[in-house]
């Protein structure tokens, strides 16, 4: 079995981003010792996603020489008011970096009313800018702010498509972004019991729009709460979602796998190969 965590944040994880990656990389390599370990086998790519120049430049830097470990920078709405220095020109030069594969994550928050709509608007189409000029996809998040983002991505189509993360609108809204080139992205909330409306939508739209992933430290799937989440738990996400849609978990794993490289524009040859085979057995 092959799992992409197309969305985790391996600098907000309070530990240290190289251990964590060398812990996956060791058990795909079949070195690691305990269970726990092995069972992260299966997640055998990942993209972390950086927010801020400062997550970017201390996390790219530590894992980008580790196998399967993509990277996305962009600059989320919170940080519309301090963006940083030069940030546009380093924007510039990091999206030409060696793994790095997507914008993002950028958007509208208006739960934390950033700055005011139009810095975040502004901010946000800037951004969707630099995805053009660099021919990548975008990762979009989106807080009740449903349909400025909308109405935003109608008039300035990603042109390499993009990924709605953590998506929480209903099955409607969900196939107007299908309908703009969007993939519609769980995370770690589907498995929760009163996300009834997600289920609804997870269950419906076509599964070749369908990614997981799991946002981790935050959104911890339902099996784990209480812990911190990290890119291994994302087989419960995989698990609850195999079930909503009455299949096996092996063959959604394989369509979503399918889902991810496309959605990032990879290949399968972009990826070191591992033989998950004996995981698969546990
Ligand atoms: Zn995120």
């Given amino acids: ?73 962009g600059l989320s709405p919170s940080e519309v008011i301090n963006p940083g220095k030069d940030w546009e020109e380093k924007l510039d030069e990091w999206l030409d970096y060696e793994n790095v594969i997507g914008v993002g994550e950028i958007g509208l928050d208006y739960h934390h009313k950033y700055g005011n709509k139009n810095d975040q608007i502004e901010f946000f189409l800037k951004q969707l800018d630099m995805a053009e000029k660099h021919e990548l996809p975008v990762v979009l998040h989106n807080r009740e702010a449903g349909s400025d983002m909308l109405d935003i991505l109608k008039s300035k189509t990603p ?52 990614l997981i992933e799991t946002d981790s430290p935050f959104l911890t799937p339902n099996a784990y709460r209480g812990k911190r989440n990290r890119p291994v738990f994302i087989v419960e996400t995989l698990k609850f979602l195999a079930k909503l849609r009455n299949m096996s978990i092996d063959k959604l794993a394989d369509i979503l796998f399918t889902n991810s490289l496309k959605a990032y524009h990879l290949r399968l040859s972009d990826l070191v190969y591992y033989d998950t085979t004996e995981n698969d057995e546990e």
């Fill in 159 to 210: 042109s390499k498509g993009g990924i709605l993360h953590c998506f929480s609108e209903d099955s409607d809204y969900a196939y107007k972004m299908i309908d703009l080139g969007i993939y519609i992205s769980f995370a770690g909330n589907l498995t929760f019991h009163n996300a009834t409306n997600l289920h609804t939508v997870a269950k419906n739209i076509p599964l070749e729009n369908i």
């Fill in 1 to 73: 079995m092959r799992i992409f965590d197309t969305h985790c944040h391996l600098g907000l994880l309070y530990e240290d981003p190289v251990a964590q990656v060398k812990a996956i990389d060791e058990a795909k390599r079949g070195l690691a010792v305990d269970k726990e370990k092995t069972k992260q086998a299966n997640v055998i790519a990942l993209a972390n996603i950086s927010t801020n120049l400062y997550d970017f430049e201390s996390c790219y830097k530590n894992t980008k020489n580790i196998p399967n470990v993509f990277h996305t920078i």
